[in-house]
């Protein structure tokens, strides 16, 4: 394709995200500075050629999917951040805020908030982790606290109550069953059928330690989910450019966010609903990036909104706010380990 067809389809798609309107020849005039009749020819062109269609016959014409992704992979430059725009967006989320929870929380909800779309935030997916610890600790008369360590970071514990006495012979057993039989083990090969058949291993002990055994299992399933939050579902549902219908669905099934979004990739994502059948919401775009704590992928922040979306404006916000979270969660995590440090000296 010739550099005008480019610069043709390029204003196409930037007149049509700014109106929501078919684009007709003159008014990309003042984008290419070339005549009517060549614009009309060279739309025709992008028509044939399955970039544009024309809804109707008297009508300017519209970006199709091939369109869009052609402009966010070769066209689009992105409008750079001034540092008043950056104040203002470190300002959205709380200085005092210190839990990992709440730093990606309220930068879901800044991103909600400004690109009016449901924004998403998603834990790190757990098949590069195993669970790393596993313990069963007496606190009082038959009450005991469960405790699993993850290699990722992540740690579950809950008290427990029994009905009965347990001998330390039992406590022993259960023990050294839990470490030889989950400590190393991946989240990811963690299955119902896998606890069934451990539950089934332990024979008679099962009978007694059945409280703590089911503690620790729904335990391991909570590691082995992948953590999603969704702000902004609203904004969705008043979007003109969807199907109501869709918008619901997707409400109902806002976990499958995990299957659109690609691990391998690095930096800014961009994924259209005609690109994967997981994707409900019909006429819409994802945009995800990647952030980190203290150098390891912990998740991934993003949007999800219409096919037109000004992808010029609202992927700056994605980049910084994905690096806004990646230096709070190393720093929180330093400044945790200062105060272990601290600690331990006195």
């Known amino acids: 394709m010739d550099d005008r067809k480019l610069r043709i389809l390029a204003a196409v798609v930037d007149e ?3 109106t929501g309107e078919p684009v007709g020849s003159k008014a990309i005039m ?10 009309r020819n060279e739309m025709a062109e992008l028509e044939k050629q399955g970039y544009l ?48 929870e709440g730093i990606v929380k309220s930068a879901s909800n800044a991103l909600a908030e400004l690109t ?8 790190e997916s757990p098949k590069f982790s195993v669970i790393s610890k ?29 009905e009965i006495d347990l001998t330390q012979e039992q406590l ?27 539950e089934t291993a332990m024979g008679t002990y099962l009978l007694t330690l059945s409280p703590l055994v089911r503690g620790i299992f729904d335990m391991t399933r909570e590691l082995s989910n992948r953590d999603i939050d969704v702000s902004g579902v609203g904004n969705l549902l008043q979007c003109a450019d969807f199907d109501r219908n869709d918008v619901i669905s997707f409400i109902d099934h806002r976990n499958d966010i995990h299957k659109l979004i690609d691990d391998s990739f690095s930096g800014i994502h961009v994924l ?20 980190t704590k203290n150098g390891r992928v912990a ?18 916000y994605v980049e910084y706010f994905a690096g806004k979270i990646s230096e709070m969660l190393s720093l929180s995590d330093d400044e945790t380990a200062d105060e272990q440090d601290d600690d331990q000296n006195d």
Not at 136 to 158: E, F, Q, W
Not at 272 to 291: A, C, K, Y
């Open 16 to 18: 049509y995200i700014l």
């Open 30 to 39: 003042k984008y290419v500075g070339t005549s009517s009749a060549t614009i």
């Open 53 to 100: 269609e024309q809804p109707h016959t008297s009508a300017g014409r519209v970006p199709t999917y091939n369109g869009y992704r052609l402009y966010v992979d070769q066209l689009l430059k992105t409008n750079p951040l001034s540092s008043e725009e950056k104040q203002l967006l470190d300002e959205m989320i709380p200085k005092d805020e210190y839990s990992e």
């Open 116 to 123: 009016q779309t449901a924004a998403f935030v998603s834990s």
């Open 134 to 162: 596993v313990e069963v600790i007496p606190t009082g008369k038959r009450l005991y606290v469960l405790l699993l360590i993850a290699s990722n970071g992540k740690i579950k514990n809950r008290t427990c109550r029994v």
């Open 172 to 198: 022993d057993y259960l023990s050294n069953f839990l470490r030889d039989n989950l400590e190393g083990v991946p989240l990811d090969l963690l299955s119902d059928e896998m606890l069934e058949k451990l």
């Open 272 to 291: 259209f609903s005609e690109e994967d059948e997981d994707f409900v919401i019909g006429n819409s775009s994802l945009i995800s990036s990647e952030f």
């Open 299 to 316: 998740g991934h922040l993003g949007l999800i909104g219409p096919m037109r979306i000004d992808y010029r404006k609202v992927i700056p």
